[in-house]
């Protein structure tokens, strides 16, 4: 059960949320519960949904920016977002279940985006704090400075949710994922 009130429906929501749920929905056919219990802050899920909108037109790859919100909710032992972005990852992104595996545990079975996703760990669990080492790596794999930014601003939105999720105790309603085995 979540610990702040989870809007039951668009309308339920406050006015000011109400069209960017309606907006969810048209994009999504749903509105899953991150964005009904973020629109308790209509302000919160307007700068949530920004971002998101803003990266989603980036240069990162549909396929590596689930790879990287797998990866960072991994660290920061997020259900939800586990829950969340492994179905994104399968249904929308087209990822194998190898390679969902892989992304939780730092990974990937592509070599450039093993990068990517090496970066977004080291970042999330060093709270941004890099060595010149993991930037070159970065820099090696073929990734611009524009890329760069990216994956650390993708780090930055997937903790935002994660942080969310996990601070306001968020019902997963997606198909749930078993925990990592050793």
Known sequence: M????????????????????????????SVPNLFRITANSPQALEGYLGLNG???????????????????????????CLAAHNYLGENLAKLSAEEINLNRRGSSLDAKAATAVEFAVAITKNRGQVSDAEIAAVRSAGYTDAEIVEIVAHVALNTLTNYLNEVLGTEVDFPAVEKLAG
Do not use: H, M, W
Not at 11 to 27: I, M, N, T
Not at 55 to 63: A, C, F, R, T, V
Not at 69 to 78: D, F
């Open 2 to 29: 979540s610990r702040i009130n989870t809007p039951a429906s668009i309308e339920a929501a406050p006015v000011a949320s109400q069209a960017l749920l309606e907006a969810v929905k048209q994009q999504l056919g």
């Open 54 to 80: 803003a990266l989603g037109k980036g240069s990162l790859n549909p396929q590596t920016r689930e790879r990287i919100a797998l990866a960072v909710a991994q660290v920061n032992g997020c259900d939800y």
